[in-house]
């Protein structure tokens, strides 16, 4: 069965640093997403992108953040310059149509010091 | 906006037992509402949406329009029930989910 794929499982940076974390979705998906997972805190949405272009955002997603489909497999959420508090765990999913099942990739665990 | 809320954070039962977790939404229009489960050291999987009227693993929800609530309930508790719940919200015109805080299910032997 497809599954959403994420790269890195882990990652430890320095406050400040940009960091870029991958996801490879769904084959036949179109749209994608990202959320995120404060340690102890609710799953929250970051954003949605169909059609090479970003259709929802929340307040959380800010000018520090943004997305791309370099190419046709990859899905990227870059932080320019990380803060403390964007200390969490980052998952991707993908869906076929705008209202069909999420699915979600196994996350990448963020720790910025 | 748009909320869910878990009033249990944990819950724990025996197997063999009924489950109930409890969801309640507010959200003024008419959501979507979906089950979102996490084994242990698996990834997020739908578990049920409430649309599709199925019963998945022996789980069903109800969505209740009156009391803004859609349960998860299972009538007899196996083991491998014991997983990371989720309760999540969608709404007409917006692809984002909303998700609860979760609760941790422990089906004791």
């Known amino acids: 069965e497809p599954e959403v794929t994420q790269t890195p499982s882990h990652q430890v940076t320095q406050m400040g640093q940009e960091v870029i974390l991958r996801c490879v979705p769904i084959?036949?998906?179109?749209?994608f997403y990202w959320y995120r997972q404060i340690l102890g805190q609710k799953v929250e949405f970051l954003v949605s992108?169909?059609?090479?272009?970003?259709?929802?955002k929340s307040e959380i997603f800010d000018d520090q953040f943004s997305v791309e489909r370099p190419d046709g497999s990859n899905f990227t959420l870059k932080i320019r310059s990380t803060k403390l508090e964007d200390s969490a765990m980052y998952f991707c999913?993908?869906?076929?149509?705008?209202?069909?099942?999420?699915?979600f990739g196994p996350g990448t665990r963020l720790l910025v010091l | 906006a748009q909320r869910v809320t878990q009033p249990e954070k944990l819950l724990s039962v025996f197997k063999g037992a009924p489950v109930e977790l409890k969801c309640n939404y507010s959200?003024?229009?008419?959501?979507?509402l979906f089950w979102y489960v996490q084994y242990s050291r698996q990834r997020l999987q739908l578990l049920l949406r409430?649309?599709s009227r199925e019963s998945i693993k022996g789980f069903t929800a109800d969505l209740n329009k009156g009391e803004t609530s859609f349960h998860l309930k299972k009538p007899f508790a196996q083991e491998e029930d014991s997983a990371m719940y989720y309760c999540?919200?969608?709404?007409?015109?917006?692809?984002?989910?909303?998700f609860g805080q979760g609760t941790r299910l422990t089906i004791n032997p």
């Open positions: 992108f169909y059609n090479n272009e970003i259709s929802e």
């Open positions: 084959s036949n998906h179109l749209y």
């Open positions: 959200y003024s229009g008419s959501p979507e």
């Open positions: 999913a993908s869906s076929a149509g705008t209202k069909e099942t999420q699915y």
């Open positions: 409430h649309i």
């Open positions: 999540a919200l969608s709404v007409q015109g917006a692809q984002k989910l909303v």
